[in-house]
């Protein structure tokens, strides 16, 4: 007997029909993984309310639509009646590209103000998971003391600084800064048009360890890194839509330019515990950005690495993680492990996945996102 994936096939059986049956038997396991990759995207992208529409100062807009979620009840702790609902972001007139979703809880009339509130635990986009996923472990790997921030530890200031580039709809620094509580995060939003719909329509807001500042991502990181003296500003830098900057992680960009005059900050002193791999420096910190599929991220990941240098900081690994959806997220740490394998940092970032997400109680799989078609350049 022939075996083809799983069906005994007669000798005799031509090969197009062996074809036909192995592909017969492959069908329940192909939609299986289509309808998981699938599952909360469909839910988001159905037809919903529009709740909002802002006009864009250089022409075009920004639309917010409302899609209820019907088989989900009223999150823990919300009032009698609440609902939840996808809020999804779309630029105007091209709506087909969804450029952020949040999942909100939506107080009935009369509850509690404000009656959207983004739920920060929750990320829609695989992309958003994948890039947290890299970033926190990443940290936790280097030795960045990301498993007392998530105790709520604090040091003189917050044990973690982060900054993210681009708000979209809040979703990414929401996420760091309930996770957290021993973080502060800033967020650098050109478009305040972005701010306005994140905040009147997708739950977004603003708190004492959460701020947003509406300037462009690259004079902001160059502003932040000339005003924070030797020790640097930030932990970690995250663009969750690296893609719509390219033009400031290329060699004399903003970003580059702002790593090479102290953007990342030095954490020696600081109690953290860096997972054994060989190397461990004193200054981790790193730069996370998503890009497209088949974006080349050697020169970029090369001009970091000389930016850190210029400010005389080591640079430590630079890799990539994929997305479900194949972008790429990509990575370059300052310190941490510079003598490390492949293998031994690939192991060194899945624990400290694990590590963070039961530290958080995070409800995705943190190892399988920092991890998927794991690579160092």
């Known amino acids: 007997m022939v075996a083809a994936c799983g069906l005994d096939a007669a000798p005799e059986l031509p090969l197009p029909a062996l074809a036909a049956a192995a592909l017969v038997a492959a069908l329940p ?43 989900a009840g009223a999150p823990a702790g919300a009032a ?49 998971r994948s890039l947290v996923a890299v970033t926190l472990a990443a940290l936790a790997a280097a030795g960045a003391p990301v498993l007392a921030a998530a105790r709520g530890e604090h040091g003189a200031g917050p044990l973690l600084r982060v900054l993210c580039l681009g708000l979209g709809g ?15 995060v800033d967020v650098a939003e050109l478009e305040p048009a972005v701010l306005r719909a994140a905040t009147d329509a997708m739950g977004f807001r603003q708190g004492p360890r959460l701020r947003v500042g509406v300037e462009g991502g690259g004079p902001f990181a160059l502003r932040a890194a000339e005003g924070a ?44 515990d860096p997972i054994p791999v060989s190397g461990i420096t004193s200054e981790p910190g790193l730069l996370s950005a998503n890009f497209l599929p088949g974006t080349d991220v050697v020169p970029r990941l090369r001009a970091y690495g000389e930016a850190l240098r210029e400010r005389g900081l080591t640079p430590g690994p630079g890799f990539s993680a994929e997305a479900e959806e194949g972008n790429l997220m990509t990575v370059q740490v300052c310190g941490g492990p510079t ?37 160092v350049w």
């Open 29 to 71: 396991a192909l939609l299986t993984a289509a309808a998981d990759l699938l599952q909360g995207r469909a839910g988001y992208m159905g037809s919903g309310e529009v709740v909002a529409r802002i006009d864009l100062a250089g022409g075009g807009g920004l639309q917010v639509t409302a899609v209820e979620d019907a088989g």
């Open 80 to 128: 009698p009646g609440s609902r939840q609902q996808w809020r999804v972001l779309r630029f105007q007139p091209c709506l087909d590209y969804v450029q952020a979703v949040t999942r909100v809880c939506v107080a009935p009339p009369g509850g509690p103000e404000p009656r959207v509130r983004l739920l920060s635990q929750v990320l829609s986009l695989p992309y958003n």
């Open 170 to 184: 809040g979703s990414v620094p929401s996420f760091l800064a309930g996770a957290l509580p021993g973080c502060h």
């Open 229 to 272: 003296g030797a020790g640097g500003a930030y932990d970690a830098v995250v663009s969750p839509k690296g893609r719509r900057l390219q033009e400031m992680y290329g060699q004399g960009g903003d970003v580059v330019r702002a790593l090479a005059r102290g953007l990342l900050r030095a954490l020696s002193g600081l109690n953290h």
């Open 339 to 375: 003598g490390a394998t492949e293998a031994e940092w690939r192991g060194a970032v899945a624990r400290g996945a694990r590590e963070v997400g039961a530290a958080i109680g995070c409800d995705f799989d943190m190892e399988e996102e920092a991890t998927r078609r794991f690579r």
